[in-house]
């Protein structure tokens, strides 16, 4: 392999330099409770990423969803997201133990915006708001629940560029033309 010399950015000042100052709505775009636009969203959305670090600095992105409106709003600064059976890693919530800071992107299919929350989080084990994200009679079996630092609607640039929701990009395939979602699905279900 060649040795390919890069510049890297080391301090926040070069960053800047870099980036520029943000302006108008970019500067101004985040609040720190819901507005009425924003409990409309999370009542569309049937997906997030949950982001989480360990105290440590180890990282995880996982998914979520349900239902449209799966996100629960508690009240102006509280949401809970509820967990269903799955694979029982629980990397996330793990790093949420040592570190409760975590960022959140709703997604609503077909729309090219996001709604971006960070907060502080802690794990609930069981709450009366339980009952009301019950899904085909299961009741969560724990629940993210986030007290809000910052929430805001991100412009749709990066999903526009990425032709996410268009059709033809969603059969990807290697250089080799092994189809990447079929490759994965008999990579992770395939039994022994």
Known sequence: MDVVETLGIDTADELRELLGVPSGPAATKDHAALTDQDRAW??????????????????????????????????DTTIAIPERPGNRRGDGYYNVLSNPHVGLLHLIPGRSETLRINGRARLVRD??????????????????EVAIEQIFFHCPKSLLRSEMWKPES???????????????????????
Request: proline residues 12%; charged residues 25%.
């Open 42 to 75: 999370l009542a569309a959305s049937p997906f997030c990423v949950i982001s989480t670090a360990a105290a440590d600095g180890t990282c995880d992105s996982s998914p979520k969803g349900d239902p449209p409106g799966f996100t629960l709003v508690l009240d």
């Open 127 to 144: 709450a009366p708001y339980f009952d009301r994200m019950v899904v085909k009679g299961h009741r969560p079996i724990l629940a993210l």
């Open 170 to 192: 969603w059969e990807p395939t290697t250089p080799e033309g092994i189809k990447v979602v079929e490759y994965y699905r008999d990579k992770l279900y395939r039994t022994p």
